[in-house]
Protein backbone atom coordinates (compact mmCIF):
# COMPACT_ATOMS: atom_id res chain seq x y z
CA UNK A 1 0.00 0.00 0.00
CA UNK A 2 1.13 3.44 -1.11
CA UNK A 3 2.00 6.16 1.08
CA UNK A 4 -0.33 8.53 -1.04
CA UNK A 5 -3.62 8.42 -2.15
CA UNK A 6 -5.33 9.83 -5.34
CA UNK A 7 -8.77 8.96 -5.72
CA UNK A 8 -10.85 11.90 -7.34
CA UNK A 9 -11.83 13.23 -4.04
CA UNK A 10 -7.73 13.94 -2.96
CA UNK A 11 -7.59 14.88 -6.40
CA UNK A 12 -10.71 17.49 -6.54
CA UNK A 13 -9.05 18.98 -3.10
CA UNK A 14 -6.01 19.45 -4.72
CA UNK A 15 -7.45 21.42 -7.61
CA UNK A 16 -9.25 23.29 -5.12
CA UNK A 17 -6.15 24.30 -3.30
CA UNK A 18 -4.14 24.95 -6.48
CA UNK A 19 -7.52 27.62 -7.96
CA UNK A 20 -6.69 30.05 -4.88
CA UNK A 21 -2.77 29.39 -4.32
CA UNK A 22 -1.56 30.73 -7.83
CA UNK A 23 -3.65 33.85 -8.01
CA UNK A 24 -3.05 34.62 -4.41
CA UNK A 25 1.00 34.31 -5.00
CA UNK A 26 0.78 35.94 -8.05
CA UNK A 27 -1.19 39.17 -5.78
CA UNK A 28 1.98 38.73 -3.06
CA UNK A 29 4.48 39.50 -5.45
CA UNK A 30 2.74 43.21 -5.28
CA UNK A 31 1.67 43.35 -1.39
CA UNK A 32 5.08 42.38 0.20
CA UNK A 33 6.56 45.24 -2.05
CA UNK A 34 7.33 47.96 0.40
CA UNK A 35 5.36 46.09 3.22
CA UNK A 36 8.88 43.83 4.29
CA UNK A 37 12.50 43.88 3.78
CA UNK A 38 14.03 41.71 1.48
CA UNK A 39 14.86 39.13 3.02
CA UNK A 40 11.20 38.52 5.63
CA UNK A 41 9.70 38.77 1.86
CA UNK A 42 12.17 35.68 0.96
CA UNK A 43 10.68 34.51 4.31
CA UNK A 44 7.29 34.82 3.50
CA UNK A 45 7.57 33.32 0.39
CA UNK A 46 9.64 30.30 2.15
CA UNK A 47 6.55 29.73 4.30
CA UNK A 48 4.21 30.13 1.72
CA UNK A 49 5.65 27.40 -0.52
CA UNK A 50 5.85 25.15 3.29
CA UNK A 51 1.86 25.74 3.87
CA UNK A 52 1.16 24.71 0.77
CA UNK A 53 2.91 21.56 0.52
CA UNK A 54 1.81 20.46 3.97
CA UNK A 55 -2.22 21.18 2.82
CA UNK A 56 -1.10 18.79 -0.42
CA UNK A 57 0.08 15.97 1.89
CA UNK A 58 -2.85 16.46 4.18
CA UNK A 59 -5.58 15.86 1.17
CA UNK A 60 -3.19 13.08 -0.29
CA UNK A 61 -1.67 10.82 2.52
CA UNK A 62 -2.92 7.03 2.52
CA UNK A 63 -1.75 7.18 6.49
CA UNK A 64 -2.82 8.51 9.51
CA UNK A 65 0.45 9.02 10.98
CA UNK A 66 1.50 11.39 8.03
CA UNK A 67 -1.75 12.81 8.13
CA UNK A 68 -1.43 13.87 11.62
CA UNK A 69 2.92 14.99 10.61
CA UNK A 70 1.34 16.72 7.42
CA UNK A 71 -1.97 18.25 9.68
CA UNK A 72 0.67 19.42 12.21
CA UNK A 73 2.65 20.88 9.85
CA UNK A 74 0.02 22.77 7.87
CA UNK A 75 -0.85 24.35 11.69
CA UNK A 76 2.38 25.28 12.49
CA UNK A 77 3.40 27.26 9.37
CA UNK A 78 -0.10 28.76 9.19
CA UNK A 79 0.60 30.12 12.65
CA UNK A 80 3.78 32.03 11.42
CA UNK A 81 1.68 33.26 8.73
CA UNK A 82 -0.65 34.97 11.24
CA UNK A 83 2.19 35.91 13.56
CA UNK A 84 3.98 37.65 10.27
CA UNK A 85 3.63 41.16 11.39
CA UNK A 86 5.33 40.65 14.62
CA UNK A 87 5.02 44.60 15.31
CA UNK A 88 1.67 44.34 16.72
CA UNK A 89 0.29 42.80 19.31
CA UNK A 90 -2.65 41.83 18.31
CA UNK A 91 -1.13 39.69 15.80
CA UNK A 92 0.78 38.29 18.49
CA UNK A 93 -2.60 37.38 20.47
CA UNK A 94 -4.15 36.28 17.02
CA UNK A 95 -1.38 33.41 17.02
CA UNK A 96 -1.80 32.54 20.87
CA UNK A 97 -5.41 31.83 20.48
CA UNK A 98 -5.38 29.88 17.24
CA UNK A 99 -2.32 27.53 18.16
CA UNK A 100 -4.19 26.65 21.47
CA UNK A 101 -7.02 25.90 19.68
CA UNK A 102 -5.65 24.09 16.44
CA UNK A 103 -3.80 21.94 18.84
CA UNK A 104 -6.64 21.20 20.71
CA UNK A 105 -8.12 20.12 17.78
CA UNK A 106 -5.77 18.02 16.58
CA UNK A 107 -5.64 15.79 20.58
CA UNK A 108 -9.32 14.86 19.59
CA UNK A 109 -8.01 13.68 16.23
CA UNK A 110 -5.44 11.26 17.85
CA UNK A 111 -7.29 9.94 20.03
CA UNK A 112 -10.14 8.90 17.62
CA UNK A 113 -6.76 7.41 14.98
CA UNK A 114 -5.74 5.74 18.06
CA UNK A 115 -8.90 4.47 18.78
CA UNK A 116 -9.34 3.16 15.26
CA UNK A 117 -5.87 1.84 15.38
CA UNK A 118 -6.64 -0.23 17.99
CA UNK A 119 -9.03 -2.01 15.91
CA UNK A 120 -7.21 -1.98 12.25
CA UNK A 121 -3.69 -2.81 13.89
CA UNK A 122 -2.77 -0.92 10.88
CA UNK A 123 -2.35 3.13 9.97
CA UNK A 124 -3.69 2.95 6.79
CA UNK A 125 -6.74 3.89 5.34
CA UNK A 126 -7.58 0.92 3.80
CA UNK A 127 -7.29 -1.22 6.88
CA UNK A 128 -9.11 1.24 9.35
CA UNK A 129 -11.67 1.48 6.65
CA UNK A 130 -12.24 -2.31 6.86
CA UNK A 131 -11.89 -2.91 10.50
CA UNK A 132 -14.69 0.17 11.49
CA UNK A 133 -17.06 -2.36 9.22
CA UNK A 134 -17.17 -4.37 12.55
CA UNK A 135 -16.42 -2.05 15.32
CA UNK A 136 -19.15 -1.81 17.89
CA UNK A 137 -21.96 1.51 17.68
CA UNK A 138 -21.17 2.96 20.90
CA UNK A 139 -17.29 2.60 19.92
CA UNK A 140 -17.91 4.39 16.57
CA UNK A 141 -20.23 6.93 18.08
CA UNK A 142 -17.31 7.90 20.39
CA UNK A 143 -15.01 7.98 17.00
CA UNK A 144 -17.41 10.08 15.57
CA UNK A 145 -17.41 12.51 18.47
CA UNK A 146 -13.98 12.54 18.49
CA UNK A 147 -13.27 13.33 14.59
CA UNK A 148 -16.00 16.06 14.68
CA UNK A 149 -14.86 17.99 17.42
CA UNK A 150 -11.19 18.23 16.32
CA UNK A 151 -11.98 18.94 12.58
CA UNK A 152 -14.70 21.11 13.55
CA UNK A 153 -12.11 23.67 15.31
CA UNK A 154 -10.23 23.80 12.26
CA UNK A 155 -13.18 24.27 10.25
CA UNK A 156 -14.35 26.83 12.74
CA UNK A 157 -17.99 25.42 13.30
CA UNK A 158 -19.77 27.51 15.87
CA UNK A 159 -18.43 27.29 19.25
CA UNK A 160 -15.34 26.05 17.69
CA UNK A 161 -14.99 29.43 15.72
CA UNK A 162 -13.63 31.35 18.29
CA UNK A 163 -9.77 31.29 16.50
CA UNK A 164 -11.08 32.47 13.34
CA UNK A 165 -12.35 36.04 13.25
CA UNK A 166 -8.51 36.64 15.47
CA UNK A 167 -5.92 34.62 13.14
CA UNK A 168 -7.30 35.51 9.57
CA UNK A 169 -8.01 39.56 9.79
CA UNK A 170 -4.04 39.69 11.18
CA UNK A 171 -2.15 37.36 8.40
CA UNK A 172 -1.20 38.76 5.48
CA UNK A 173 -4.22 39.27 2.55
CA UNK A 174 -3.10 36.61 0.02
CA UNK A 175 -2.02 34.42 3.80
CA UNK A 176 -5.85 35.39 4.95
CA UNK A 177 -7.24 34.42 0.89
CA UNK A 178 -5.45 31.17 0.97
CA UNK A 179 -6.24 30.46 4.82
CA UNK A 180 -10.23 31.23 4.74
CA UNK A 181 -10.44 29.90 1.16
CA UNK A 182 -8.37 26.68 1.38
CA UNK A 183 -7.08 25.78 4.22
CA UNK A 184 -10.16 25.60 6.73
CA UNK A 185 -11.18 23.36 3.85
CA UNK A 186 -9.09 20.42 4.81
CA UNK A 187 -11.20 19.63 7.43
CA UNK A 188 -14.18 19.52 5.37
CA UNK A 189 -11.77 16.92 3.64
CA UNK A 190 -11.64 14.78 6.59
CA UNK A 191 -15.19 15.19 7.33
CA UNK A 192 -15.81 13.09 4.78
CA UNK A 193 -12.84 11.23 4.47
CA UNK A 194 -13.16 9.78 7.87
CA UNK A 195 -16.57 10.13 8.36
CA UNK A 196 -18.78 9.32 5.61
CA UNK A 197 -15.77 7.08 3.93
CA UNK A 198 -14.04 5.08 5.84
CA UNK A 199 -16.09 5.57 9.57
CA UNK A 200 -19.98 4.89 7.21
CA UNK A 201 -22.09 7.61 8.16
CA UNK A 202 -25.37 5.48 8.82
CA UNK A 203 -26.32 6.43 11.80
CA UNK A 204 -28.84 8.93 11.75
CA UNK A 205 -27.92 11.32 14.38
CA UNK A 206 -24.82 11.87 12.94
CA UNK A 207 -26.24 13.65 10.02
CA UNK A 208 -28.54 15.46 12.28
CA UNK A 209 -25.92 16.70 14.55
CA UNK A 210 -24.06 17.91 11.57
CA UNK A 211 -26.88 19.79 9.94
CA UNK A 212 -28.15 21.49 13.30
CA UNK A 213 -24.10 22.71 14.11
CA UNK A 214 -24.30 23.63 10.47
CA UNK A 215 -27.20 25.82 10.29
CA UNK A 216 -26.53 27.44 13.81
CA UNK A 217 -23.10 28.00 12.08
CA UNK A 218 -24.41 30.04 9.51
CA UNK A 219 -26.99 31.92 11.28
CA UNK A 220 -24.12 33.24 13.90
CA UNK A 221 -21.24 33.69 11.61
CA UNK A 222 -23.65 35.84 9.39
CA UNK A 223 -25.08 37.80 12.27
CA UNK A 224 -21.80 38.66 13.69
CA UNK A 225 -20.80 39.33 10.54
CA UNK A 226 -23.64 42.37 9.94
CA UNK A 227 -21.95 43.74 12.84
CA UNK A 228 -18.30 44.17 11.99
CA UNK A 229 -16.83 47.44 10.37
CA UNK A 230 -13.51 45.76 10.16
CA UNK A 231 -13.79 44.55 6.72
CA UNK A 232 -11.20 41.44 7.06
CA UNK A 233 -12.82 40.22 10.39
CA UNK A 234 -15.88 40.86 8.43
CA UNK A 235 -15.27 38.15 5.67
CA UNK A 236 -13.64 35.92 8.34
CA UNK A 237 -17.58 35.72 10.25
CA UNK A 238 -18.63 35.06 6.53
CA UNK A 239 -16.39 31.98 6.74
CA UNK A 240 -17.76 30.50 9.54
CA UNK A 241 -21.40 31.21 7.69
CA UNK A 242 -20.22 29.16 4.29
CA UNK A 243 -18.76 26.45 6.27
CA UNK A 244 -21.96 25.89 7.67
CA UNK A 245 -23.50 26.22 4.18
CA UNK A 246 -20.92 23.36 2.55
CA UNK A 247 -21.78 21.04 5.79
CA UNK A 248 -25.13 21.41 4.94
CA UNK A 249 -24.69 19.59 1.66
CA UNK A 250 -22.63 17.01 3.77
CA UNK A 251 -24.40 16.65 6.72
CA UNK A 252 -27.63 16.07 4.36
CA UNK A 253 -25.85 13.25 2.83
CA UNK A 254 -24.98 11.96 5.84
CA UNK A 255 -28.65 12.71 6.83
CA UNK A 256 -29.67 10.54 3.27
CA UNK A 257 -27.41 7.64 3.82
CA UNK A 258 -28.80 6.66 6.73
CA UNK A 259 -32.14 6.85 5.37
CA UNK A 260 -31.01 4.76 2.67
CA UNK A 261 -32.05 7.24 -0.36
CA UNK A 262 -28.65 7.12 -2.08
CA UNK A 263 -29.11 9.11 -4.60
CA UNK A 264 -30.18 12.03 -2.45
CA UNK A 265 -26.97 11.44 -0.76
CA UNK A 266 -25.55 12.14 -3.49
CA UNK A 267 -27.13 14.78 -4.59
CA UNK A 268 -26.59 16.54 -1.86
CA UNK A 269 -22.50 15.72 -1.71
CA UNK A 270 -22.56 17.70 -4.95
CA UNK A 271 -24.06 20.42 -3.69
CA UNK A 272 -21.72 20.81 -0.53
CA UNK A 273 -18.33 20.43 -3.00
CA UNK A 274 -19.82 22.67 -5.33
CA UNK A 275 -20.16 25.09 -2.27
CA UNK A 276 -16.78 24.04 -0.99
CA UNK A 277 -15.26 25.48 -4.67
CA UNK A 278 -16.78 28.39 -4.67
CA UNK A 279 -16.40 29.96 -1.62
CA UNK A 280 -12.75 29.24 -1.96
CA UNK A 281 -13.11 31.13 -4.79
CA UNK A 282 -14.85 33.74 -4.04
CA UNK A 283 -13.94 34.09 -0.47
CA UNK A 284 -9.97 34.62 -1.96
CA UNK A 285 -11.25 37.00 -3.87
CA UNK A 286 -12.77 39.59 -1.12
CA UNK A 287 -9.84 38.91 0.85
CA UNK A 288 -7.68 40.16 -1.90
CA UNK A 289 -9.63 42.83 -2.61
CA UNK A 290 -9.85 43.49 1.26
CA UNK A 291 -6.02 43.73 0.77
CA UNK A 292 -5.91 45.68 -1.59
CA UNK A 293 -8.39 48.64 0.56
CA UNK A 294 -5.55 47.98 3.68
CA UNK A 295 -2.55 48.38 1.02
CA UNK A 296 -3.80 51.58 -0.62
CA UNK A 297 -5.42 53.42 2.86
CA UNK A 298 -3.48 52.01 5.90
CA UNK A 299 -6.87 50.81 7.13
CA UNK A 300 -9.35 48.08 7.32
CA UNK A 301 -12.18 49.93 9.16
CA UNK A 302 -14.73 50.87 6.65
CA UNK A 303 -16.22 53.93 8.60
CA UNK A 304 -13.07 55.71 7.48
CA UNK A 305 -13.15 55.02 3.96
CA UNK A 306 -15.57 55.82 0.85
CA UNK A 307 -15.89 57.06 -2.83
CA UNK A 308 -12.68 54.78 -3.06
CA UNK A 309 -14.68 53.81 -6.28
CA UNK A 310 -13.05 56.79 -8.12
CA UNK A 311 -9.39 56.06 -7.41
CA UNK A 312 -9.59 52.11 -6.73
CA UNK A 313 -12.05 51.26 -9.84
CA UNK A 314 -11.08 47.89 -10.59
CA UNK A 315 -10.91 46.81 -7.14
CA UNK A 316 -14.53 48.09 -6.64
CA UNK A 317 -15.22 46.08 -9.67
CA UNK A 318 -13.83 42.89 -8.40
CA UNK A 319 -15.13 43.60 -4.88
CA UNK A 320 -18.75 43.77 -6.53
CA UNK A 321 -18.37 40.55 -8.79
CA UNK A 322 -17.09 38.72 -5.37
CA UNK A 323 -19.94 40.19 -2.89
CA UNK A 324 -22.52 39.22 -5.90
CA UNK A 325 -21.21 35.63 -5.82
CA UNK A 326 -21.09 35.53 -1.99
CA UNK A 327 -24.89 36.87 -1.73
CA UNK A 328 -25.93 34.17 -4.03
CA UNK A 329 -26.65 35.95 -7.15
CA UNK A 330 -26.59 34.82 -10.78
CA UNK A 331 -24.77 34.55 -12.68
CA UNK A 332 -22.03 33.84 -10.19
CA UNK A 333 -20.93 31.03 -8.54
CA UNK A 334 -22.69 31.22 -5.03
CA UNK A 335 -25.76 31.08 -6.62
CA UNK A 336 -25.34 27.83 -8.54
CA UNK A 337 -24.20 25.95 -5.07
CA UNK A 338 -26.53 27.90 -2.89
CA UNK A 339 -29.27 26.71 -5.41
CA UNK A 340 -28.72 23.34 -5.29
CA UNK A 341 -28.65 22.72 -1.42
CA UNK A 342 -32.27 24.36 -1.58
CA UNK A 343 -32.82 21.48 -3.92
CA UNK A 344 -31.46 19.12 -1.59
CA UNK A 345 -33.58 20.34 0.99
CA UNK A 346 -36.91 20.49 -1.20
CA UNK A 347 -36.45 16.86 -2.80
CA UNK A 348 -35.47 15.56 0.33
CA UNK A 349 -38.58 16.88 2.71
CA UNK A 350 -40.89 15.28 -0.68
CA UNK A 351 -39.16 12.04 0.00
CA UNK A 352 -39.27 11.61 4.31
CA UNK A 353 -42.06 12.22 6.51
CA UNK A 354 -43.49 13.25 9.93
CA UNK A 355 -40.77 15.39 11.76
CA UNK A 356 -38.16 14.54 9.32
CA UNK A 357 -40.51 16.51 7.18
CA UNK A 358 -40.89 19.65 9.28
CA UNK A 359 -36.91 19.38 10.10
CA UNK A 360 -35.40 20.02 6.77
CA UNK A 361 -38.10 22.37 5.65
CA UNK A 362 -37.21 25.05 8.48
CA UNK A 363 -33.23 24.30 7.55
CA UNK A 364 -34.07 24.99 4.18
CA UNK A 365 -35.82 28.32 5.68
CA UNK A 366 -32.91 29.12 8.06
CA UNK A 367 -30.33 28.60 4.61
CA UNK A 368 -32.85 30.95 2.43
CA UNK A 369 -32.61 33.80 5.66
CA UNK A 370 -28.95 33.42 5.36
CA UNK A 371 -28.38 34.04 2.15
CA UNK A 372 -30.86 37.31 2.59
CA UNK A 373 -28.64 38.39 5.63
CA UNK A 374 -25.32 37.92 3.53
CA UNK A 375 -26.72 40.19 0.91
CA UNK A 376 -27.36 43.03 2.89
CA UNK A 377 -24.08 42.66 5.04
CA UNK A 378 -22.08 43.49 1.87
CA UNK A 379 -24.70 45.94 0.52
CA UNK A 380 -23.61 47.81 3.52
CA UNK A 381 -19.39 46.47 2.84
CA UNK A 382 -19.47 47.46 -0.75
CA UNK A 383 -21.80 50.81 -0.21
CA UNK A 384 -19.78 52.46 2.75
CA UNK A 385 -16.76 51.56 1.17
CA UNK A 386 -16.67 52.46 -2.23
CA UNK A 387 -19.73 54.60 -2.66
CA UNK A 388 -20.62 57.89 -1.84
CA UNK A 389 -17.43 60.68 -0.80
CA UNK A 390 -14.58 59.90 1.46
CA UNK A 391 -14.75 60.12 4.96
CA UNK A 392 -10.99 60.80 6.29
CA UNK A 393 -7.85 60.82 4.70
CA UNK A 394 -7.46 57.47 4.30
CA UNK A 395 -9.84 57.03 1.00
CA UNK A 396 -8.59 60.32 -0.11
CA UNK A 397 -4.98 59.75 -0.72
CA UNK A 398 -5.76 56.35 -2.51
CA UNK A 399 -4.57 54.61 -5.11
CA UNK A 400 -5.41 51.36 -7.39
CA UNK A 401 -2.96 49.00 -6.70
CA UNK A 402 -0.19 47.36 -8.81
CA UNK A 403 -0.88 45.08 -11.84
CA UNK A 404 0.54 41.96 -9.48
CA UNK A 405 -2.67 42.61 -7.12
CA UNK A 406 -4.96 43.33 -10.06
CA UNK A 407 -3.99 40.20 -11.90
CA UNK A 408 -4.60 37.78 -8.86
CA UNK A 409 -8.15 39.39 -8.21
CA UNK A 410 -8.88 39.41 -12.27
CA UNK A 411 -8.11 35.40 -12.05
CA UNK A 412 -10.44 34.89 -9.16
CA UNK A 413 -13.27 37.31 -10.18
CA UNK A 414 -13.53 34.98 -13.90
CA UNK A 415 -13.60 31.93 -11.89
CA UNK A 416 -16.81 33.37 -10.25
CA UNK A 417 -18.43 33.68 -13.61
CA UNK A 418 -17.21 30.74 -15.25
CA UNK A 419 -18.41 28.52 -12.32
CA UNK A 420 -21.39 30.09 -12.64
CA UNK A 421 -21.56 29.61 -16.15
CA UNK A 422 -20.77 26.80 -16.33
CA UNK A 423 -22.33 25.25 -13.75
CA UNK A 424 -23.79 21.95 -15.93
CA UNK A 425 -20.17 20.91 -16.62
CA UNK A 426 -19.00 21.23 -12.83
CA UNK A 427 -21.71 19.29 -11.82
CA UNK A 428 -20.94 16.30 -14.17
CA UNK A 429 -17.69 16.44 -12.80
CA UNK A 430 -18.44 16.52 -8.94
CA UNK A 431 -21.24 13.72 -9.35
CA UNK A 432 -18.03 11.76 -9.96
CA UNK A 433 -16.14 13.15 -6.89
CA UNK A 434 -19.49 12.74 -4.71
CA UNK A 435 -19.73 9.24 -6.19
CA UNK A 436 -16.69 8.04 -4.90
CA UNK A 437 -16.83 10.17 -1.40
CA UNK A 438 -19.89 7.77 -0.82
CA UNK A 439 -19.12 4.70 -2.40
CA UNK A 440 -22.49 4.91 -4.38
CA UNK A 441 -23.07 4.15 -8.22
CA UNK A 442 -24.53 7.12 -10.09
CA UNK A 443 -24.96 5.29 -13.08
CA UNK A 444 -29.00 5.48 -12.98
CA UNK A 445 -28.83 9.32 -12.11
CA UNK A 446 -29.05 11.36 -15.70
CA UNK A 447 -27.38 14.48 -16.55
CA UNK A 448 -27.40 17.04 -19.41
CA UNK A 449 -24.67 19.41 -19.56
CA UNK A 450 -26.45 21.45 -21.88
CA UNK A 451 -29.77 21.68 -20.09
CA UNK A 452 -28.06 20.78 -16.55
CA UNK A 453 -30.46 18.66 -16.12
CA UNK A 454 -30.35 16.32 -13.07
CA UNK A 455 -32.22 13.37 -11.51
CA UNK A 456 -31.31 12.91 -8.38
CA UNK A 457 -33.89 10.48 -7.85
CA UNK A 458 -37.04 8.61 -9.90
CA UNK A 459 -39.38 10.79 -10.99
CA UNK A 460 -37.42 14.26 -9.77
CA UNK A 461 -35.80 15.95 -12.12
CA UNK A 462 -34.02 19.54 -11.71
CA UNK A 463 -33.76 21.89 -14.43
CA UNK A 464 -30.72 24.56 -14.12
CA UNK A 465 -29.44 26.94 -16.90
CA UNK A 466 -27.60 29.62 -15.74
CA UNK A 467 -26.75 31.08 -19.21
CA UNK A 468 -30.09 31.13 -20.16
CA UNK A 469 -30.87 33.01 -17.03
CA UNK A 470 -27.84 35.31 -17.31
CA UNK A 471 -29.29 36.38 -20.81
CA UNK A 472 -32.82 37.22 -19.60
CA UNK A 473 -31.30 39.06 -16.67
CA UNK A 474 -28.90 41.53 -19.19
CA UNK A 475 -31.77 41.59 -21.50
CA UNK A 476 -33.78 42.85 -18.92
CA UNK A 477 -31.08 45.36 -17.91
CA UNK A 478 -30.73 46.19 -21.56
CA UNK A 479 -34.81 47.24 -21.88
CA UNK A 480 -34.98 49.09 -18.41
CA UNK A 481 -31.90 51.14 -19.39
CA UNK A 482 -33.21 51.85 -23.02
CA UNK A 483 -36.36 52.77 -21.20
CA UNK A 484 -34.58 55.42 -19.03
CA UNK A 485 -33.14 56.94 -22.16
CA UNK A 486 -35.97 56.96 -24.09
CA UNK A 487 -37.83 58.70 -21.23
CA UNK A 488 -35.72 61.86 -21.26
CA UNK A 489 -34.87 61.26 -17.52
CA UNK A 490 -31.41 60.79 -18.38
CA UNK A 491 -30.27 63.91 -17.64
CA UNK A 492 -27.81 64.59 -14.56
CA UNK A 493 -28.72 67.73 -12.32
CA UNK A 494 -26.36 69.06 -10.22
CA UNK A 495 -27.55 70.87 -6.75
CA UNK A 496 -27.00 71.24 -3.13
CA UNK A 497 -28.24 68.22 -0.52
CA UNK A 498 -31.05 69.34 1.14
CA UNK A 499 -29.33 69.55 4.68
CA UNK A 500 -32.47 69.43 6.59
CA UNK A 501 -31.89 72.92 8.52
CA UNK A 502 -28.38 72.27 9.09
CA UNK A 503 -24.88 74.14 7.54
CA UNK A 504 -21.85 72.69 6.63
CA UNK A 505 -22.41 69.36 5.69
CA UNK A 506 -19.46 66.99 5.67
CA UNK A 507 -18.47 63.29 4.62
CA UNK A 508 -18.67 62.73 8.18
CA UNK A 509 -22.81 62.74 7.89
CA UNK A 510 -23.02 60.12 5.23
CA UNK A 511 -24.65 57.14 6.28
CA UNK A 512 -22.33 54.83 8.37
CA UNK A 513 -21.96 51.16 8.39
CA UNK A 514 -23.20 51.49 12.52
CA UNK A 515 -26.39 52.83 11.16
CA UNK A 516 -26.92 50.52 8.52
CA UNK A 517 -26.49 47.77 10.62
CA UNK A 518 -28.83 48.89 13.30
CA UNK A 519 -32.49 47.52 12.39
CA UNK A 520 -30.41 44.16 12.89
CA UNK A 521 -28.51 44.86 15.92
CA UNK A 522 -31.80 45.68 17.05
CA UNK A 523 -34.02 42.11 15.75
CA UNK A 524 -31.30 40.03 16.96
CA UNK A 525 -30.66 41.85 20.22
CA UNK A 526 -31.71 38.90 21.97
CA UNK A 527 -28.54 37.16 20.63
CA UNK A 528 -26.56 39.92 20.26
CA UNK A 529 -26.62 41.59 23.54
CA UNK A 530 -25.50 45.16 22.38
CA UNK A 531 -24.51 47.90 24.54
CA UNK A 532 -23.64 51.40 23.91
CA UNK A 533 -21.51 54.39 25.41
CA UNK A 534 -22.50 57.94 25.09
CA UNK A 535 -20.18 61.16 26.20
CA UNK A 536 -20.88 64.73 25.75
CA UNK A 537 -18.94 67.67 26.19
CA UNK A 538 -20.58 70.96 26.53
CA UNK A 539 -20.10 75.00 26.10
CA UNK A 540 -23.64 75.16 27.69
CA UNK A 541 -26.78 74.00 28.56
CA UNK A 542 -28.14 74.17 25.17
CA UNK A 543 -25.14 73.77 23.08
CA UNK A 544 -23.14 70.48 22.71
CA UNK A 545 -19.47 70.95 21.42
CA UNK A 546 -18.90 67.03 20.43
CA UNK A 547 -20.82 64.05 21.16
CA UNK A 548 -19.37 60.59 21.30
CA UNK A 549 -21.20 57.36 20.67
CA UNK A 550 -19.75 53.81 20.87
CA UNK A 551 -22.04 50.87 20.32
CA UNK A 552 -21.02 47.26 20.90
CA UNK A 553 -21.91 43.91 20.92
CA UNK A 554 -21.30 40.88 23.24
CA UNK A 555 -19.24 38.44 22.08
CA UNK A 556 -21.36 35.44 23.33
CA UNK A 557 -19.39 32.75 23.01
CA UNK A 558 -16.10 33.96 24.26
CA UNK A 559 -17.96 35.94 27.56
CA UNK A 560 -20.24 32.81 28.39
CA UNK A 561 -17.63 29.50 27.37
CA UNK A 562 -13.96 30.31 26.71
CA UNK A 563 -13.70 33.04 29.67
CA UNK A 564 -15.16 30.48 31.81
CA UNK A 565 -12.91 27.77 30.82
CA UNK A 566 -9.52 29.73 30.89
CA UNK A 567 -10.65 31.20 34.40
CA UNK A 568 -11.04 27.88 35.46
CA UNK A 569 -8.11 26.20 33.91
CA UNK A 570 -6.05 29.28 35.74
CA UNK A 571 -7.47 28.72 38.90
CA UNK A 572 -6.55 24.64 38.31
CA UNK A 573 -2.85 26.07 37.43
CA UNK A 574 -2.72 27.81 41.25
CA UNK A 575 -4.22 25.14 43.02
CA UNK A 576 -1.37 22.97 41.66
CA UNK A 577 1.09 24.41 42.87
CA UNK A 578 0.57 22.82 46.03
CA UNK A 579 2.03 19.55 44.98
CA UNK A 580 4.99 21.30 43.96
CA UNK A 581 7.19 22.03 46.73
CA UNK A 582 10.06 21.44 45.37
CA UNK A 583 10.94 18.43 47.34
CA UNK A 584 13.04 15.50 45.10
CA UNK A 585 11.50 13.11 47.27
CA UNK A 586 8.48 14.23 47.07
CA UNK A 587 8.63 13.74 43.18
CA UNK A 588 10.58 10.30 43.13
CA UNK A 589 7.26 9.36 44.88
CA UNK A 590 5.13 10.94 42.46
CA UNK A 591 6.95 9.05 39.68
CA UNK A 592 7.16 5.62 41.96
CA UNK A 593 2.72 5.62 42.16
CA UNK A 594 2.75 6.35 38.57
CA UNK A 595 4.71 3.24 37.54
CA UNK A 596 2.53 1.25 40.16
CA UNK A 597 -0.90 2.30 38.84
CA UNK A 598 0.67 1.40 35.29
CA UNK A 599 1.59 -2.22 36.37
CA UNK A 600 -1.70 -2.35 38.08
CA UNK A 601 -3.73 -1.57 34.96
CA UNK A 602 -1.47 -2.43 32.14
CA UNK A 603 -3.52 -5.65 31.22
CA UNK A 604 -6.78 -4.18 31.50
CA UNK A 605 -6.52 -2.36 28.22
Request: include cysteine; aromatic fraction near 14%.
Amino acid sequence: MGYFLFDPLSVFFLSVIALVSLPSAVYSIGYLKGEASGRKTALAWLILILFLGAMGMVVTVNNTILFLVAWELMSLVSYFLVVFDTKHEKSVQAGTIYIVMTHIGTAFLIAAFLIMFKYAHSFDFSAIKNACASMPAGTKNTVFLLLLTGFGTKAGIVPLHIWLPYAHPQAPSHASSIMSGVMIKTAIYGIIRFVIFILGAHCLWWGIMVLVLAVISCLVGVIYALMEHDIKKLLAYHSVENIGIILLGVGLAMFFLSLNMPYLAVFSMIAGLYHLINHAIFKGLLFLCAGSVYKATGTRDIEKLGGLIKNMPYTAAYFLIGAMAISALPPFNGFVSEWLTLQAFFLGAFSVTGSAKVFLGVLGAMLALTGGLAAACFVKAFGITFLARPRSHYAVNALEVPFSMKAGMFFLAALTLAFGLGGAAVIKILSHVAAAATGIDITAMKFSVNNAVISPQAGYDIYLSVPLLALVLGALGIMGFAVYKLSGKGKTITYTTWDCGYYRLSPRNEYTATAFSKPFRIAFSFFLRPYRKTQKIRDSFYHIRSFKYETHTTKVFKKYIYDPALAMIFRSAKSMRRIQPGSIHLYLGYIFASVLLLIIFINRF
